[in-house]
């Protein structure tokens, strides 16, 4: 796999159009996947954690991490993934503060450390799983986010 992005997309959370066009680019390939990485208000100071506190901690990083996996053939399953540091039981709280998950879709692990992986239905609408994403990364952010993002988007070759 590419460890090099083939293209870089910044987009905000009231367009997203440019990530859901990769995600239905690399469905349709059956490859590929994309990371989407949050700007953090630049008002809040995020607090720097040391290698010792990454290594012992059972957190993640406060500023959440989503990854979305392109599903191998069109009767599978992408992989939805978001490290986050805002602590256990993600998808209890998401759902407690009315972001439950989507029927159809599944939960594979929800590790405070590790964090959040789910898997969609291939045919899952890209534009209802980008909101989604990106809600869910929203919602387990520890700072504030400003609704900008970056999407890393890693095409098969």
Do not use: C, Q
Request: glycine share 6%; net charge negative; charged share 20%.
């Amino acid at each position: 796999m590419a460890t090099t992005p083939s293209e870089e997309l910044p987009f905000d959370d009231d367009d997203l159009s440019p990530v859901v066009a990769a995600i239905a680019e690399l469905t349709a390939a059956g490859k590929g996947w994309v990371n989407l990485l949050p700007e953090v208000d630049p008002e809040v100071e995020v607090p720097h954690r040391s290698i010792l506190a990454r290594v012992v901690s059972a957190r993640g990083d406060v500023v959440p991490l989503a990854t979305w996996l392109a599903p191998a053939d069109p009767s599978g399953r992408a992989t939805l993934g978001i490290e986050h540091g805002s602590g256990p039981k993600a998808l209890d709280r998401l759902a407690e503060r009315d972001l439950p998950l989507p029927a159809g879709w599944l939960r594979v692990a929800d590790n405070p450390r590790r964090g959040l992986v789910l898997t969609a239905p291939a045919d899952a609408p890209a534009d209802d799983v980008a909101w989604w994403l990106l809600t869910a990364a929203h919602l387990l952010s520890v700072p504030p986010l400003t609704g900008s993002w970056l999407a890393k988007i890693y095409r098969p070759r």
